[in-house]
């Protein structure tokens, strides 16, 4: 949700937040902004304040309860040759 955040508030690209959740997923327990900081994105600072404006939003939804539109499969089916 943070790294959405970034990208929404242009602090990064999406191949930017691709490289730093890739960071991430190989240092578990490691948080985003300190990837996006280690890479060389953003610095320190501006992460520190970003994640404090990001903690004063919205809540984060609670992805258990959250309701979801209903889709026909149909219009997902991918024909292979």
């Known amino acids: 949700m943070f790294g959405e955040f970034l990208v929404q508030r242009r602090v990064l690209d999406r191949f930017q937040l691709f490289r730093t959740l890739q ?3 190989r240092a578990p327990g490691t948080r985003l902004g300190h990837c996006a900081v280690a890479l060389g994105y953003v610095p320190a600072n501006a992460i520190e304040r970003l994640h404090l404006v990001y903690a004063l939003a919205e ?8 309701a979801t539109e209903a889709f026909d499969r149909a219009d997902f089916v991918i024909e292979l040759e």
């Open 23 to 25: 960071l991430q997923d």
């Open 59 to 66: 809540p984060e939804p609670d992805l258990e309860t959250m």
